[in-house]
């Protein structure tokens, strides 16, 4: 006797709900080509690239992070699903910038000099950029001079500086005290992370938070942005 396959989803035959709903699930599990398949359908069906984006992707994002910080998902789970996230924005970016769709705000992020760690990093600007942020990503083993030039080239809102070495914290410092220097500080949100980090030493470098995962990097990030947008 042979198994009967699975029933096939049909796309058409669900409502939009439905259909946001299969592609946060998708997502959750990392599943990229039927996460680019449900973009797809979804645009099809006349909704725009930014409701696409806030509805099915940045939703099953948020859920991801959440479950991430709650220790429900771990990080090989957490880079499927960002990397099914991105197979999606790939869909949408092009979209989304002929539509000037708005942003929450944008990130420089980059691993400080002497250190060649990235994982932790990487796994944070995939998770902002689900959140719904432009991410800028240095790489790693990145100067003072070149996170410099790379804010003068972006004006981004948020800094996002990682080291996994106990012997390069130090240099997060020095990458502040040159952004005093420049007298563009106040201009932007420092956010530090990495193991050997903790809310001490943000506190004394004068980083505006310590993010211990990519998850309350997120949270932070959107917090202190609405912080901001009040102010102004």
Do not use: W
């Not at 409701?51 to 998902?73: E, H």
């Not at 499927?80 to 999606?88: D, I, L, S, T």
């Not at 944070?124 to 432009?134: T, Y």
């Amino acid at each position: 006797m042979t198994e009967q396959p699975e029933e096939e989803i049909n796309l058409p035959d669900l409502s939009v709900e439905e259909l946001l709903e299969l592609m946060m699930d998708d997502l959750y599990d990392g599943y990229a080509d039927e996460v680019v398949t449900e973009v797809q359908e979804a645009l099809a069906r006349g909704m725009t690239p930014y409701d696409v984006l806030t509805q099915g992707l940045v939703a099953g994002m948020d859920i991801v992070g959440a479950d991430f910080r709650d220790g429900i998902l771990f990080v090989p789970e957490v880079l499927m699903a960002a990397k099914a996230m991105k197979a999606g924005m790939a869909v949408l970016r092009p979209l989304l910038a002929e539509t000037g769709a708005p942003k929450i705000g944008k990130m420089v992020i980059g691993t400080v000099k002497g250190d060649i760690h990235d994982i932790g990093k990487n796994l944070v600007g995939m998770m902002m950029e689900g959140a719904g942020f432009e991410v800028i990503d240095l790489g790693i083993n990145n100067s003072a001079e070149k996170y410099l030039a790379a804010i003068e080239a972006h004006q981004p809102d948020i800094l996002g500086m990682s080291a996994l070495l106990t012997t390069t914290m130090p240099y997060m410092r020095v990458v502040i005290d040159a952004l005093k220097e420049k007298g563009i500080r106040q201009n932007l949100i420092v956010l530090v992370g990495g193991a050997p980090l903790n809310a001490a030493f943000a506190e004394d470098i004068e980083a505006d938070a310590y993010c211990r995962d990519a998850a309350v990097a997120v949270e932070t990030a959107k917090k202190l942005m609405a912080l901001r947008k009040a102010r102004t």
